[in-house]
C-alpha cells in the first residue's frame, strides 16, 4: 500500500473513529456520577485506537521510526481525532452562537 493511500486512510479513520467514540462512550458511561468521566476515557480510548493505526499504518508517522515512537506518534493522532469529534459535536449541539 502506497504511503499517501496509508494517510488517507488512517486519517479519514481516525476522525471518523474519533466522531464515533464520543457518543458511544457516552452511551456506555450514562448513569449518575458518570458523567465526569465521559471525555477522559474518550481520550484514553482515542489514544489507543490511535496507537495500533500508528503501529498498523507507518505511514501515519516518520519513515524508519521504531514501533514504540509510531505507538506514541499515533496515540497523539489519535487524541487529535478525538477533539475533533468534540468539537463537531459541540458545533452540532450549540451551533456557532455557543449555547
Given at each position: 500500500m502506497s504511503p499517501s493511500l496509508q494517510r488517507a486512510l488512517g486519517a479519514v479513520g481516525l476522525v471518523t473513529a474519533g466522531i464515533l467514540s464520543l457518543p458511544v462512550v457516552?452511551?456506555?458511561l450514562d448513569g449518575p456520577g458518570a458523567e465526569n468521566w465521559i471525555i477522559p476515557v474518550d481520550l484514553l480510548l482515542m489514544a489507543g485506537i490511535g496507537a495500533g493505526a500508528g503501529v498498523a499504518l507507518p505511514a501515519l508517522t516518520t519513515p524508519g521510526a521504531p514501533t514504540g515512537r509510531r505507538a506514541l506518534i499515533?496515540?497523539?493522532?489519535?487524541v487529535l481525532a478525538a477533539l475533533i469529534g468534540l468539537l463537531v459535536f459541540w458545533l452540532l449541539l450549540s451551533g456557532f452562537g455557543g449555547a
Open positions: 457516552a452511551s456506555v499515533g496515540a497523539a493522532w489519535g
